[in-house]
């Protein structure tokens, strides 16, 4: 035999072997490297740089190329550690054999080079061939024209590629750690050591409590959308503590309590599964928990950003009233003439007709009076001089003058001419602003149509590590479990009752953390609702039907993946 | 009538391509009266965990009848069969087959509870078989700490809380050491005496010393059996071994 083969050749065969663990762990580094390459591929487009309000969305997306590439990192960690903790004994076996852990770490090497190889190059294939669909997709949430043309931008495929190598050479030390530490009689052993059963941590539970308390009471008495948006990180760390926790000691203590309880307890339904959770919740917890924040990470990013862009023709019908406008923050009345005379002054040199002009002034948020285009007159009470609407009590006086102009004319022309002539006028504050609004409305829509793109890209990312978890956690489950219901079935259990306690005890450590990052969504409502406000969005029913249809399909999405993940359990079981 | 009757078993295993079967059983024949305490030895091969899974209701026979008080259990139903199990026989394992996630209690309460029975009952019936077993301190530990005679015990205890004709053990010394093979194979012994009927596949000397019948298997066939009657452990133990020393030189061709 080729001695120098020898490795390369044992490293392909254990990777074959080892076919239903690594299948989706190669799977997924494929898809988050296709991932990286295409946000990159979008953050360097030519064709999106020359659209209008792109610097916000290639901002954006320069952001999101690095959330992707920590989130893969994280991912293929999580995945390496179990497939490496699966490998145990044959790993041991070999050492057994006459391997030494050099060769090892050799055989390591060359099996971390496949699958890296495997992932890039799988990765950035399917990236290029999935790259002119996400254009597509962008620049029609954008509602921007399609650039011609296909390109591969090399910055970006070296990029991945090197991200990913980075990923990998990592993930080989961490291996190599790991191989270091342990012993060969460990080795063979593997996974086969008893657990001891966890014991209840009051403590921790009680901080989980308070963590998640805390993080609840902050989203409901938020009361600022300011504050909303600088507390939301805050209250996101507190829930996800809580959440870990709670899952941790909370379930345990729960769990404890039902066996306690002798009537539920010693009943056939709940008995087995009771005590099965129990047995492993320890490490359960920490993957029910991780399913639980991703699955919420995915409703609260899409729900949101799907809410703004189904809104966005509300918010520009608040925020863009006119096609040019100008507000005068903590003006006065005597304000309101000076700006009306430079409006009419520079439509009579420009030559443009102004329609629907509006002048007024009006206490607390605009929106109220200003997005009834030409409805404003029932409002009007005359006071000092001019027309105001509302009352002090609403907060500070704005001035608010506008108009819509005809098609031919240039907006922007317009508004210039009116921002610099209003500069020079002696007005009672500096906060005067005038605005292009056509200009501002198609910003406005690609940059919320970039935030709904990246919300889905993201939340798609985020769906995809929840359903890797689910996959192996059913997996590895499947092969401990199978042996307790031989077990079970010598003793008299019949085969329904076996599928009844597995389908109760699965269908109970599945739906919990959907039920509970349902909870987490709606808990964090009230807070996202103001940091939607912020946007200029108050459409409540709105974000209401935008969350509930984001859960629905979330949860159909995860039934589907629950029913394929439970049909590979009982397939693993009944051997 | 005997309590199990065992007619003309054979079983035959043919291959998947329908090649020249094995036969496993060739033709067995014993009875079983209620009250015995009997050994079946033999060599690996000898068709020992056959005739037991048979027994067990797990395998069917290719011709033969196994009667049960008198039922022929190849007319019950298959979807019947695991209650039919559960209520009837009891099982001991070599290598134990607890569950790891349960206590002690919980495993020997198992086939009750999947019997549906309400927790005063289990609770009724566990107490004096812990007593008799002596694993009454033990009741609330986990099967990892526990000795392998101990575990045994607890095995034996879950095929005996629920009061079945027959006690089914399948080399319950095998992965015993010999100081918890002798205590086993006493109590044993002792639930013999209050009358619990066992049937243990062995092929240990030791073990088979103290039962108070063995029967030998050869090739699938009943080669031998000896009654105990007055004898001392000692002096079966002397008779077993020459028996096997007989049957084994037998095996190469010598009358």
């Known amino acids: ?575 | 009538m005997p309590l199990l009757e065992v007619k003309n078993l054979r079983k035959v295993y043919t291959t998947r391509l329908g090649g020249t079967g094995v036969e496993a059983l060739k033709n067995v024949s014993f009875a079983v009266e209620s009250g015995e305490f009997v050994a079946i030895m033999g060599e690996s091969g000898s068709g020992k965990t056959t005739l037991l899974n048979i027994l067990a209701a797990l395998d069917r026979p290719s011709s033969g009848r196994v009667l049960l008080n008198g039922e022929d259990m190849a007319g019950v139903r298959e979807r019947d069969l695991t209650a039919f199990r559960r209520d009837n026989l009891g099982f001991v394992f070599q290598d134990f087959n607890l569950l790891d996630a349960f206590t002690v209690r919980d495993n020997i309460f198992l086939p009750l509870i999947l019997a549906g029975k309400d927790f005063e009952e289990m609770n009724a019936r566990l107490l004096p078989l812990a007593e008799t077993l002596g694993i009454n301190a033990l009741l609330n530990k986990f099967p990892y700490e526990l000795s392998g005679g101990q575990k045994q015990r607890t095995a034996v205890a879950r095929a005996l809380i629920t009061r079945p004709a027959i006690l089914l053990a399948d080399e319950p010394t095998g992965a015993l050491d010999s100081k918890a093979s002798d205590s086993l194979l006493k109590v044993f012994e002792s639930l013999n005496a209050q009358g619990q009927t066992i049937l243990m596949v062995t092929h240990s000397v030791t073990a088979a010393s103290h039962a108070k019948r063995t029967l030998f298997l050869r090739d699938g066939m009943i080669y031998h059996q000896l009654y105990r009657g007055q004898r001392t452990g000692g002096e079966m133990f002397a008779e077993i071994s020459h028996t096997l020393t007989v049957m084994t030189s037998g095996e190469n061709g010598h009358e």
């Open chain 1, 1 to 575: 035999m080729n001695k120098l083969g020898f490795y390369p050749r044992l490293a392909a065969r254990s990777l074959r072997l080892n076919g239903k663990f690594y299948l989706p762990y190669l799977l997924s580094g494929m898809v988050s490297a296709a991932m990286l390459y295409d946000i990159l591929f979008l953050n360097m487009n030519q064709g999106i740089y020359y659209l209008k309000g792109a610097n916000a969305v290639q901002g954006l997306l320069g952001f999101g190329a690095m959330v992707v590439a920590l989130f893969s990192f994280a991912l293929i960690c999580y995945t390496n550690g179990f497939l490496m903790k699966r490998r145990q004994k044959e790993l041991g076996l070999y050492n057994v054999l006459g391997m030494e852990k050099r060769h090892m770490a050799r055989l390591l090497l060359w099996e971390t080079i496949y699958a890296a190889l495997i992932c890039i190059v799988g990765g950035l294939i399917l990236g290029v061939l999935l790259s002119k669909l996400f254009l597509l997709l962008l620049c029609a949430v954008m509602q921007a024209e399609v650039p011609f043309g296909f390109e591969v931008p090399q910055d970006a495929v070296i990029y991945t590629a090197v991200a990913f190598g980075a990923i990998f050479l990592l993930n080989y030390l961490l291996n190599l750690l790991r191989l270091g530490r342990v012993k060969p009689i460990e080795l063979l052993k593997g996974t086969e050591s008893g657990e001891r059963e966890p014991k209840t941590k009051w403590l921790l539970a009680i901080l989980g409590l308070l963590a998640m308390g805390a993080g609840y009471f902050l989203s409901l008495t938020v009361s600022d959308p300011l504050n909303a948006l600088l507390l939301f990180f805050l209250a996101v760390i507190l829930v996800i503590v809580g959440t870990y926790c709670l899952f941790t000691a909370g379930s345990i203590a729960l769990l404890k309590a039902l066996r306690k309880n002798k009537r539920y307890y010693y009943q056939t339904r709940h008995f087995t599964a009771v005590s099965g959770m129990l047995h492993r919740m320890k490490r359960n917890a920490a993957g029910l928990a991780a399913i639980c924040i991703l699955s919420t990470m995915v409703l609260v990013t899409v729900s949101t950003t799907l809410c703004l862009y189904m809104g966005v023709s509300d918010i520009l019908d608040r925020m863009y009233c006119r096609d040019v406008q100008t507000y005068v923050n903590y003006g006065a009345p005597e304000d309101l003439p000076k700006v009306k005379a430079v409006y009419e002054q520079k439509a009579r040199e420009l030559g443009v007709q102004m329609q629907d002009f509006a002048a007024l002034c009006f206490y607390g948020p605009a929106t109220e009076y200003t997005n009834n285009r030409t409805d404003i007159e029932p409002y009007l009470k005359r006071a000092n001089g001019a027309d105001v609407v509302g009352d002090p009590a609403d907060g500070p006086m704005r001035v608010y003058v506008g108009c819509n102009l005809p098609a031919d004319a240039d907006a922007s022309l317009f508004s210039a001419a009116v921002e610099v002539a209003t500069h020079d006028l002696e007005l009672s504050t500096t906060w005067c602003f005038t605005d292009d609004c056509r200009a501002g409305r198609t910003d406005f829509w690609s940059s919320l149509g970039g935030f709904f793109f990246i919300g889905l890209f993201l939340g798609s990312l985020f769906l995809m590590a929840a359903v890797l978890i689910v996959y192996y956690k059913q997996v590895s489950e499947g092969y401990e479990d199978a042996r307790s219901f031989v077990i079970m079935q010598q003793v008299g259990m019949t085969q329904r009752e076996v599928k009844e306690s597995i389908r109760s005890q699965v269908s109970t450590v599945f739906f919990l953390p959907l039920i509970a990052a349902a909870c987490h969504t709606i808990g964090a409502f009230p807070m996202t609702k103001k940091i939607l406000l912020l946007f200029g969005l108050s459409n409540t029913r709105l974000f209401l039907l935008c969350s509930a249809a984001t859960v629905l399909i979330f949860a159909i999405v995860y039934y589907g993946i629950y029913r394929l993940t439970a049909r590979e359990y009982y397939r693993i079981v009944k051997r």
